[in-house]
Structure formats: C-alpha cells, structure tokens
C-alpha cells in the first residue's frame, strides 16, 4: 500500500482556494482540518446539524483531487455483506452448471476416486477467486488505483458490530477474505465519516479520527457561500434573505433550515425577479425554507417581525 501526493493539499491555504474554484465555501478550521487528515493519513469524523455541508466536504474534496468518490450510505442493520463484498452467486451457479456439463473432460484421465477429488478440488477454488468477488463501497474504495475519496455518510445510524468492522479496515486499510486471503490498498483512501450526532459513537472510532464539528456558518460566511453559488442575485436581497433564514434557526422548529435551502431560496428569489423581501413574497415561498406545516405556522405567526429584523439587518 502506498500513498500519493496531491499539490492541491499541500497547505490550508491551497484547500480554501482550491474549494472555492468548486463553490464550496469554508472556514479556515474545515480546511486546517482536511490538511491535517490528509497529511497525517487519519479519517474525519464530520458532526454537526443536517444541512451543513459534511456530505458535501467529501465530494467537493474528490472533485478537488480529481479521484473516484466512493459512497457508503449507512442504515441500521448495515451488514460486511453490503458494506464491503460479497461472492457472485448467480455468476457462481452459471459456472456450476458447466462444469456438470464438462465433468467427463475434466475427470478424464483421472484414476481412482482420490485423483478425481482432487481434480474436483482445483476447479472448486475458482470459484472463490476475485473474479467471483463483488466488492461493495469499503472494499472497491481500496481498489483505486489513483486512491478514491471513501464517504462513510450517516455513521451514526450503523450498529456497533459495524463501526468493529470499520476500526479493523481504518487501522490498516486492508481486510481479511477466507477463501483468497488478506486484501491490501492499493492506495490508501482518505476517509471522511459523517454523523448527525443521533447516536453517541465509540470512544475507539473517534479516537481513530481527527474531529471536525461543522456548525451552521454566520451571516457573513453564508453570504459568500450564496454569492458562490447564486453570483446574479442582487447584494441586498442576497444579504435579507441571509439575514431571515438565521432568524429563523432561533426558532423552535422541527426542522431547521439547511444551507441547500437558502441556496434553494436565493435561486428561487432570483427566478421570481424580486428586487427585496416582503411579506407576501415570504408567505408564498416559505415552504422552499420549511418541510413542516407546523414549522410554517410558527414562522408565518411571526412572518413580520423576521422580514422587519432581516431588512433592517
């Protein structure tokens, strides 16, 4: 297993730069992390609210490197099946099949029950060599020639035996198969594991990482962020409806607003040609902003007093 260098990593300075060229907008702390994981080899627990851009940290890194991302989307009951490989069995019938079909060819010449056995036996081990293999995200992450961007997303919804299975590839990035033997990296991936905090994780996963905590950015960071990714959207409305989204997050709401949905907004804002917010517009696009009818009324009670903060803002 070795490892490869990317210019594009070699200081948090080139990180930010180089992710802003991809519109992905961070703090100085997110890219000090990414430098650090990169130079150190570790993984990054990435925690923090849904919305805040941890999924999107790991993509924007591979389009960044230009390498594979390779996704691993977690749920309760996730199993090494799914996660790292599986044997083709279908493939492993077919073949089954003709070597029925061919039995006479292959015994012939064989003498006494033993020789055929062992004949039998040669032909066996095909079946379990890495033609047969069906690698999943974990094993074909380690498969890549140039190294791959392996996203381990929603960890926290993974049972314990999984995050065992993690510590055993994290530590070495290889992984033992019975019937061919021990699998190495061919480059070793740089891990980016993502949690929502719904669970406590081990105290042996995270120290196995570097820690990242993302929180929802200010004012003036998601200004910038909009301006990446929404450049025609005038400066004052672009700095109001920032303004009413972190408003409100103070509320108490189901669910609060993700940075998407600002960036969802703002386009929306832009399509509509308004030139600044008011209630009315407010009212009609809330649910760009809000998933929950409650979380509607509840904003809507106070549509007013937001807009008036935000334009004053």
Not at 22 to 36: E, M, R
Not at 180 to 208: E, H, W, Y
């Amino acid at each position: 297993m070795h490892s490869l260098d990317f210019p594009q990593l070699d200081s948090v300075a080139a990180i930010q730069d180089g992710f802003e060229q991809f519109g992905y907008i961070c703090s100085p702390k997110i890219a000090t992390a990414v430098y650090l994981a990169f130079q150190l080899r570790k993984p990054v627990l990435v925690e923090g609210p849904p919305g805040v851009g941890k999924t999107e940290l790991a993509k924007t890194t591979a389009e960044l490197l230009r390498v594979p991302l390779v996704r691993l989307q977690c749920y309760e009951g996730l199993d090494e099946s799914k996660a790292l490989y599986e044997w083709k069995y279908g493939k492993q019938l077919l073949y089954t099949q003709v070597l029925k079909e061919k039995l006479g060819d292959l015994l012939k010449g064989a003498e006494g029950l033993a020789a055929s056995v062992e004949r039998l036996h040669q032909f066996g081990d095909i079946f379990y060599s890495e033609e047969f293999l069906e690698p999943r995200p974990l094993l074909r992450a380690m498969q890549q020639e140039r190294g791959a961007i392996l996203l381990i997303d929603e960890v926290d919804k993974s049972d314990h035996e999984f995050e065992s299975l993690l510590l055993e590839i994290l530590s070495d990035y290889q992984v033992s198969i019975p019937e061919i033997g021990t699998v190495k990296a061919r480059v070793a991936p740089m891990v980016f594991l993502t949690s929502n905090n719904t669970r406590d994780l081990s105290d042996a996963l995270k120290r196995r990482c570097l820690h990242l905590y993302i929180p929802f950015p200010s004012v003036e960071l998601e200004e910038r962020i909009v301006r990446a990714r929404v450049p025609d959207i005038d400066a004052r409305l672009r700095h109001q409806l920032v303004a009413f989204v972190h408003a409100l997050r103070d509320l108490d709401l189901k669910k609060t607003p993700a940075i998407s949905e600002t960036i969802d907004w703002a386009r929306s804002l832009l399509l509509l040609h308004a030139g600044s917010l008011d209630a009315e517009l407010g009212e009609n696009t809330l649910n760009l902003l809000l998933k929950f009818e409650e979380d509607i009324d509840t904003a809507g009670a106070s549509l007013r007093e937001l807009l008036g903060a935000a334009s004053a803002a």
